[in-house]
T-cell receptor
Framework: GQQLNQSPQSMFIQEGEDVSMNCTSS?????WLWYKQDPGEGPVLLIA?????ELTSNGRLTAQFGITRKDSFLNISASIPSDVGIYFC???????????FGKGTKLTVNP | DTGVSQNPRHKITKRGQNVTFRCDPI?????LYWYRQTLGQGPEFLTY????????KSRLLSDRFSAERPKGSFSTLEIQRTEQGDSAMYLC???????????????FGPGTRLTVL
């Protein structure tokens, strides 16, 4: 089935730094979703992308839907301690309703 | 709108016991999904309902697993004869969908953490 590859697996940054992470697939996706998950909680939707080339912001977060439809990027500007968590990309598998997720990027922010 | 809720939040059971989890979706959402997440992995799809109809089941869902959504509102996921390999976080998500085979934005609950001893 379709797989999503996220990189990097983990990041250790200083508060105030900008962060960039990406997600790639060997298959085309029509929707890209970015979620954040805190320990012991469910994923929380950050940004949804529906169109190739689309650039969408949510506060300090900006995500882009790659032109090839096979990748997406998430940027976080001026990181703060509460940005700590695991960030997942996800997309609908085979054009269906079910989502396939990457393995996540674990972000640590040092104050 | 209180979001997706799941109960219990944590469950510890002995191998061989049956367990049941409940999910209450966002009230106007007609689609409900179950996912399983193990440590270090992203959520993996288990099954999906549109209203009360169970439309798809993953190969991950063995015959010890059964899910229901009897009135198209809340859903239950039952695991019979639990095994240690069933230990995971079980996540429920819901969405509002109109078109067939079109993914909608899914909103997740907090999950039920199952530990099988």
């Amino acid at each position: 089935g379709q797989q999503l590859n996220q990189s990097p697996q983990s990041m250790f940054i200083q508060e105030g730094e900008d962060v960039s992470m990406n997600c790639t697939s060997s298959s085309i996706f029509n929707t890209w979703l970015w979620y954040k998950q805190d320990p012991g909680e469910g994923p929380v939707l950050l940004i949804a992308l529906y169109k190739a080339g689309e650039l969408t912001s949510n506060g300090r977060l900006t995500a882009q839907f790659g032109i090839t439809r096979k990748d997406s990027f998430l940027n976080i500007s001026a990181s703060i301690p509460s940005d700590v968590g695991i960030y997942f990309c996800a997309g609908p598998q085979g054009g269906s309703e079910k989502l396939v997720f990457g393995k996540g990027t674990k972000l640590t922010v040092n104050p | 709108d209180t979001g997706v809720s799941q109960n219990p939040r944590h469950k510890i059971t002995k191998r061989g016991q049956n367990v049941t989890f409940r999910c209450d979706p966002i009230s106007e959402h007609n689609r409900l999904y179950w996912y399983r997440q193990t440590l270090g992995q992203g959520p993996e799809f288990l099954t999906y309902f549109q209203n009360e109809a169970q439309l798809e089941k993953s190969r991950l869902l063995s015959d010890r697993f059964s899910a229901e959504r009897p009135k198209g509102s809340f859903s239950t996921l039952e695991i019979q004869r639990t095994e240690q390999g069933d230990s995971a976080m079980y996540l429920c998500a819901s969405s509002y969908g109109v078109w067939a085979s079109v993914a909608d934005t899914q909103y997740f609950g907090p999950g039920t953490r199952l530990t099988v001893l």
